[in-house]
């Protein structure tokens, strides 16, 4: 007897996850997408052994960690609703978002 899994089985691995912390590890950050509330702090940590920064993608944005070694974290207030894309300055195709409602 074989069972259809119909599309409410599992959540997609995009889906948005709530929460205060980002994992930076396997040269990515998890969750890719996280959604907080207004007044949240999120603090990211480096479970890689290469170095790793949080930094806004375009101009102007809040994020700028300096490089984060092994087991080193960041943390950053999130107070103004918005979605905050975010990349690693040094890797830069890890790329990553904050949704803050």
Request: include cysteine; aromatic fraction near 8%.
């Amino acid at each position: 007897m074989s069972m259809a899994k119909g599309p409410s089985s599992k959540a997609a691995p995009a889906a948005p996850v709530t929460g205060n912390a980002v994992a930076i590890r396997n040269f990515a950050f998890s969750p890719a997408t996280l959604k907080v509330k207004a007044g949240t702090t999120v603090t990211w940590t480096n479970q890689d052994s290469d170095a790793h920064t949080v930094t806004s993608a375009g101009s102007g944005g809040p994020l700028h960690s300096a490089a984060l070694a092994t087991h080193a974290t960041f943390s950053y207030t999130f107070t103004k609703p918005g979605t905050y894309a975010y990349l690693c300055t040094i890797h830069p195709f890890m790329t990553a978002t904050v949704e803050v409602t």
